[in-house]
């Protein structure tokens, strides 16, 4: 009889035990220590690329040492912080990027809320397009993208998590001991358009309690933007990122930018909008601009201004003089508007390539 009572209860307390075990995505969060993970704070060394500065289109990016590479998350806020310090990687320079790197640089990207800025200067520098950007890399960390499928409706269908995010589709894919591996999903671009993004979490250690990668692989456009080895990890740190004043009280950017001009002779005209200059040239019939930077906003603002300046005559050619992407992002606004662009032959079938991709 004791024996069928003892059995009873060893069966009673089996069943109460299964039925607290957490499944779908309450037990990745568990698995990954995300449960009751405020915040985080993790640094490492490794190497990243220079996204967009290819020398020779198409290429691979241009590589540099990442000498210190420090994140601190708050997930409650959301904000985050990237502090990181970079030097130069191949020797000879290839590519773009502000090579060569004579000395080390650092570089200090802040989100917190809607608001995003950058540190090192005088005061800190208003990011305010950067918030989309920066608000997705923090929910794209190991633990944050198991907080944001929670907090967003996610889906878990085999290993294969899946929510979106501001519109965007983000699958992240786990492991077999339900730990987020990858993480997916668009970004997207003034030049090439809509481009996959990838990050890779691997060889996870356990620091107090919370699982996390030692090694972290970003792709863009299927070639490496990042890859860190991770050696500290600080779960629930006291992260704390206040807006400074200057940010809080800045601007909003104007959906059509000021342009700025300059006559620097008879027909020649000097653009600055968004912070970036081109050129105009009038010939007899028609206007050459020379260069087609940043974006479209930029692009329409910067030929609206010109054929005020010069009217009755129209732009018929724009000259790009290399295809890194901060000075060909505003080159489709010129194609949709039937301008011919002068450029070096082995650009041509990349961006017609890039063209054709869609960019939402």
């Not at 109460?16 to 993790?42: H, P």
């Not at 929510?163 to 990858?182: M, S």
């Not at 030049?191 to 699982?211: C, L, R």
Request: hydrophobic share 40%; charged share 20%; with cysteine.
């Amino acid at each position: 009889m004791l024996r069928g009572i003892i059995a009873g209860i060893a069966i009673t307390m089996s069943i109460v035990g299964c039925t607290q075990q957490r499944t779908g995505i309450a037990a990745v969060a568990d698995a990954m220590g995300a449960t009751n993970l405020n915040s985080i704070e993790y640094s490492g060394s490794g190497e990243l690329f220079g996204f967009g500065q290819a020398y020779i289109p198409g290429e691979r990016w241009p590589r540099f040492i990442q000498r210190s590479y420090n994140v601190a998350v708050n997930y409650q806020t959301p904000a985050m912080r990237m502090n990181t310090v970079r030097s130069q990687g191949e020797f000879p320079p290839r590519g773009g990027a502000a090579q060569p790197v004579g000395a080390d640089q650092r570089t200090i990207q802040v989100v917190s809320g809607k608001y995003a800025w950058t540190e090192g200067g005088p005061q800190p520098n208003p990011n305010p397009n950067a918030v989309a950007d920066r608000l997705r890399q923090l929910w794209a960390t190991p633990h944050g993208v198991v907080k944001a499928a929670r907090a967003n409706d996610g889906k878990l269908e085999g290993n294969v998590v899946t929510f979106k995010l501001d519109g965007r589709e983000i699958k992240a894919t786990l492991n077999d001991q339900n730990l987020v591996q990858k993480v997916n999903f668009l970004g997207t671009n003034e030049v090439i358009g809509d481009f996959a993004d990838e990050i890779t979490y691997s060889d996870y250690a356990d620091f107090s309690g919370i699982k996390f990668p030692t090694h972290i692989v970003e792709t863009q456009a299927d070639f490496p933007i990042l890859d860190v080895k991770i050696n500290e990890v600080k779960p629930n740190a006291a992260v704390t990122l206040n807006v400074p004043e200057n940010v809080a009280q800045a601007p909003a950017p104007p959906a059509k930018p000021a342009v700025n001009v300059q006559k620097l002779a008879a027909g020649a005209l000097y653009l600055t909008a968004a912070g970036i200059s081109s050129w105009a040239v009038e010939f007899k019939d028609y206007v050459v601009a020379v260069e087609g930077p940043n974006g479209e906003a930029r692009s329409l603002a910067v030929n609206e201004e010109i054929q005020k300046r010069i009217p009755n005559k129209p732009i018929k050619y724009v000259v790009n003089t290399h295809a890194h992407y901060d000075h060909a992002g505003g080159l489709r606004t010129y194609v949709a508007q039937g301008i011919t662009v002068v450029t070096h032959e082995r650009n041509k079938p990349f961006f017609e390539t890039v063209w054709a991709s869609p960019r939402t």
